[in-house]
């Protein structure tokens, strides 16, 4: 799984999680919190893509993206290893 796949998953998680955002473009430069993604629900679309994707991170090793690619990325080197 590459980090464009990830991105992918991340953008899915935000439509499940945030219903209003549905029908909303949304791309991997965008960032949650423009989108009006709240911090607790930030944390579940977090929490679900790591579950989906089998890893154990601790959150306060994910602060620092400033985009859904970005977290994509981060997501991705961490579970190259």
Same mark, same amino acid.
């Given at each position: @799984? *590459? #980090?464009?796949?990830?991105? *992918?998953?991340?953008?899915?998680?935000? /439509?499940?999680?945030?219903?209003? $955002?549905? *029908?909303?473009?949304?791309?991997?430069?965008?960032? @949650? !919190? =423009? +989108?009006?993604?709240? #911090?607790? =629900? /930030?944390?579940?679309?977090? $929490?679900?893509? @790591?579950? %989906?994707?089998? +890893?154990?991170?601790? @959150?306060?090793? $994910?602060?620092?993206? %400033?985009?859904?690619? =970005?977290?994509?990325? $981060?997501?991705?080197? %961490?579970? !190259?290893?």
């Amino acid at each position: @799984m *590459d #980090s464009k796949q990830i991105a *992918d998953m991340v953008i899915a998680e935000i /439509r499940e999680t945030v219903p209003e $955002l549905a *029908d909303q473009p949304i791309s991997p430069e965008d960032s @949650m !919190a =423009e +989108l009006g993604v709240d #911090s607790i =629900e /930030r944390s579940e679309v977090i $929490l679900s893509t @790591m579950e %989906k994707l089998g +890893l154990k991170i601790p @959150m306060v090793q $994910l602060h620092g993206p %400033k985009n859904i690619g =970005e977290l994509a990325e $981060l997501l991705f080197n %961490k579970s !190259a290893g």
